[in-house]
């Protein structure tokens, strides 16, 4: 065995051990029905073509031309499906955005309309629940109150008898 032989066959071992399928087989896997394996990223031959020492011809220009011509349908039917798409969301976020200005506007319109009518009070009353609500103070606050007010009374009695002497 020669060491060209040797190199390819260590080569092609090398590239199967990859274990990376080819996207499009070359014309003698295709034609043979193997698993075209190549070394992912790398312009190297495939493994089968490598082992045989022959050409590794990817595809027939008739091939390579119907799959351009079918991608190309495909990127142009995406594109257009695309450009609808972004059309119809462009449209429907130039009517929400009209929507919430006619919404804005009439809601300053009835606020100026109640203020008119004198109704404000009363609808902030019905229309704020926390505008009712008074201060609650717990029973800690109330001790720490009744407290205060003891502090106080004292130093007024002891600044009266402070004062009187």
């Not at 142009?76 to 695309?82: A, C, F, P, S």
């Not at 019905?126 to 009374?153: E, N, Q």
Request: with cysteine; charged share 25%; proline share 3%.
């Amino acid at each position: 065995m020669s060491s060209s032989h040797q190199r390819r066959l260590r080569l092609s071992s090398e590239i199967a051990r990859a274990n990376h399928p080819a996207e499009a087989p070359c014309n003698h896997c295709f034609l043979e029905g193997v698993v075209c394996l190549v070394m992912p990223d790398s312009r190297l031959k495939c493994a089968e073509c490598t082992r045989l020492g022959q050409a590794c011809v990817n595809m027939s220009w008739e091939s390579l031309d119907r799959t351009r011509e079918e991608y190309q349908k495909k990127v142009d039917d995406d594109e257009k499906l695309l450009a609808a798409v972004i059309s119809r969301l462009l449209r429907n976020k130039k009517i929400l955005k009209q929507a919430e200005e006619r919404a804005r506007r009439k809601a300053l319109c009835l606020a100026s309309d109640m203020e008119a009518a004198g109704e404000t009070e009363a609808a902030q009353d019905i229309d704020c629940p926390a505008a009712s609500i008074g201060v609650a103070f717990s029973p800690t606050m109330w001790a720490t109150m009744g407290m205060l007010d003891a502090s106080v009374a004292e130093l007024g009695t002891s600044e009266g008898a402070v004062g009187s002497s």
